[in-house]
């Protein structure tokens, strides 16, 4: 069963860090577009990052630009998204994607 499995969210202050990880179960993996997208309480599902396959080309939420890092590892077929600067309205559960294929979300909250 192809699977997307996030990890790494959490509870964390303002100005604090966390990289979120994400594994995907496909063995053609490294062809795939991946993405990050996160959805707030009360808010649609919007994109957070997405990376090309190969990694050249990366896109950003104009609002992560500068803070957020999108970042694949194809051998480990990975994909992982740092978080740095973070903000209470970055609170949101983390979803990613490839194509029609989601995984089930992690939470990351920032608050003190």
């Known amino acids: 069963q192809v699977q997307l499995v996030e990890s790494g969210g959490g509870l964390v202050q303002p100005g604090g860090s966390l990289r979120l990880s994400c594994a995907d179960s496909r063995s053609l993996f490294r062809i795939f577009t991946m993405g990050w997208y996160r959805q707030g309480p009360g808010k649609q599902r919007d994109m957070v990052a997405t990376i090309s396959s190969g990694g050249r080309n990366t896109n950003y939420a104009d609002s992560v630009k500068g803070r957020f890092t999108i970042s694949r590892d194809d051998a480990k077929k990975m994909v992982y998204l740092q978080m740095n600067d973070l903000e209470p309205e970055d609170t949101a559960v983390y979803f990613c994607?490839?194509?029609?294929?989601w995984g089930q979300g992690t939470q990351v909250t920032v608050s003190s």
């Open positions: 994607n490839s194509g029609n294929l």
